[in-house]
């Protein structure tokens, strides 16, 4: 069966600290990967996207960056934080071309920016 | 552009009450998936369901029941004889048939008493 990871799962870093979330998936291969924020108040935001290997597409301009270095890792990375960069962040997959799969997703990483 | 609604910010109700989650959405392609996930305090979402757009008849799971009605664009969700651990929040979500990604609405919390 397949299973996400994340980790960590909480993390308090101070204002302009550098940021490394991982996210790895088990149990199937060449999945979409997807990094999404939700703040506080629930919405969710999708950050980044990766259809393969170094293939990343960014939804919205920020300071976070993303990496794919294999097949079933998706690394999230940020130079230096802001304090708008907290929140909950939560990596999923799902089958790549097929866009009636839903997508599973991890347990999520809390991020607080002091 | 697709656009994903739920009007309704928090909804508390007493336990074995009857709660309706509203779901809108906008969208241009005439074959699209509609999806409900619930957030637990927990964090990580999970997946309720799946519909697709060429599928108008109703589905009823448990005390879960979804109610589709392309006419009125909506896809509602109804919790029957509601339970503490159904407290959560509840997304809605809309995807794109080229591939997954997934458009979500706001959410709703959804807060049951004893």
Same mark, same amino acid.
């Given at each position: 069966s397949q299973t996400i990871h994340q980790w960590p799962a909480t993390l308090v870093q101070p204002v302009g600290s550098p940021l490394s979330l991982e996210c790895t998936v088990e149990g199937t291969s060449n999945?979409? !990967?997807?990094? $999404?924020?939700? %703040? %506080?108040?629930?919405?969710?935001? !999708?950050?980044?996207? *990766? @259809? +393969? @290997?170094?293939?990343?597409?960014?939804? /919205?301009?920020?300071?976070?960056? %993303?990496?794919?270095?294999? &097949?079933?890792?998706?690394?999230?990375?940020?130079?230096? =934080? !802001?304090?708008? &960069?907290?929140?909950? $962040?939560?990596? %999923?997959? &799902?089958?790549?071309?097929? *866009?009636?799969?839903?997508?599973?997703? +991890?347990?999520?990483?809390? =991020?607080? /920016? !002091? | 552009a697709q656009k994903v609604t739920q009007a309704q910010t928090e909804i508390s109700v007493v336990e074995k009450e009857d709660v309706t989650l509203d779901c809108v959405y906008e969208t241009r392609d005439t074959t699209y998936y509609l999806f409900w996930y619930k957030q637990p305090p927990s964090g990580e979402l999970v997946f309720l369901i799946r519909r697709n757009s060429f599928d108008e008849q109703n589905e009823i799971s448990g005390r879960y029941s979804w109610n589709f009605q392309k006419s009125t664009s909506s896809f509602n969700f109804t919790i029957t004889a509601s339970q503490v651990v159904d407290s959560a929040v509840y997304f809605c979500a809309l995807s794109e048939p080229s591939w997954g990604k997934l458009q979500f609405g706001a959410g709703t919390q959804v807060v049951v008493t004893p």
């Amino acid at each position: 069966s397949q299973t996400i990871h994340q980790w960590p799962a909480t993390l308090v870093q101070p204002v302009g600290s550098p940021l490394s979330l991982e996210c790895t998936v088990e149990g199937t291969s060449n999945p979409n !990967l997807y990094w $999404y924020r939700q %703040a %506080a108040g629930r919405g969710l935001q !999708l950050l980044f996207y *990766s @259809i +393969g @290997i170094g293939q990343i597409s960014s939804e /919205v301009p920020q300071n976070l960056s %993303a990496s794919r270095p294999q &097949d079933r890792q998706f690394i999230l990375s940020s130079k230096k =934080l !802001l304090l708008s &960069d907290s929140g909950f $962040y939560l990596c %999923a997959w &799902d089958l790549t071309g097929n *866009s009636k799969n839903e997508q599973f997703f +991890g347990p999520g990483t809390r =991020l607080t /920016v !002091l | 552009a697709q656009k994903v609604t739920q009007a309704q910010t928090e909804i508390s109700v007493v336990e074995k009450e009857d709660v309706t989650l509203d779901c809108v959405y906008e969208t241009r392609d005439t074959t699209y998936y509609l999806f409900w996930y619930k957030q637990p305090p927990s964090g990580e979402l999970v997946f309720l369901i799946r519909r697709n757009s060429f599928d108008e008849q109703n589905e009823i799971s448990g005390r879960y029941s979804w109610n589709f009605q392309k006419s009125t664009s909506s896809f509602n969700f109804t919790i029957t004889a509601s339970q503490v651990v159904d407290s959560a929040v509840y997304f809605c979500a809309l995807s794109e048939p080229s591939w997954g990604k997934l458009q979500f609405g706001a959410g709703t919390q959804v807060v049951v008493t004893p």
